[in-house]
């Protein structure tokens, strides 16, 4: 059974940063691509970043590219969200996922965590 838990949310001032973290058990054998969406009141589930199996490949969504850095820890099987410059539109529930390679699509992600609360106040 994956499981999949994240940490690290919280309020934080705007112009501020947060790490989440999202730790993965369970997993036995194939590789597998790691991301993050985010969800805000009353809108739609959206991609945030993706990294590949091998770290080497990462992608962004455009809101975020600049200000967010994904990275994962092999050894812990875990990947992080780093969030600097971070902006009252950041704030949202957000989610780490699995998938077979990386996406931006939230359909070719197949295991998902319990989410954790960003609030960015202005």
């Known amino acids: 059974q994956v499981q999949l838990v994240e940490s690290g949310g919280g309020l934080v001032q705007a112009g501020g940063s947060l790490r989440l973290s999202c730790a993965a058990s369970g997993y036995s054998g194939s590789s597998y691509a790691m991301g993050w969406f985010r969800q805000a009141p009353g809108k739609e589930r959206e991609f945030v970043a993706t990294v590949s199996w091998s770290g080497a490949i990462t992608y962004y969504s455009d809101s975020v590219k600049g200000r967010f850095t994904i990275s994962r820890v092999y050894a812990k099987n875990t990947v992080y969200l780093l969030m600097n410059s971070l902006k009252p539109e950041d704030t949202g529930v957000y989610y780490c996922?699995?998938?077979?390679?990386?996406?931006?699509?939230?359909?070719?992600?197949?295991?998902w965590g319990q989410g954790t609360q960003v609030t960015v106040s202005s």
């Open positions: 996922a699995t998938a077979p390679a990386t996406s931006r699509l939230r359909a070719a992600y197949t295991n």
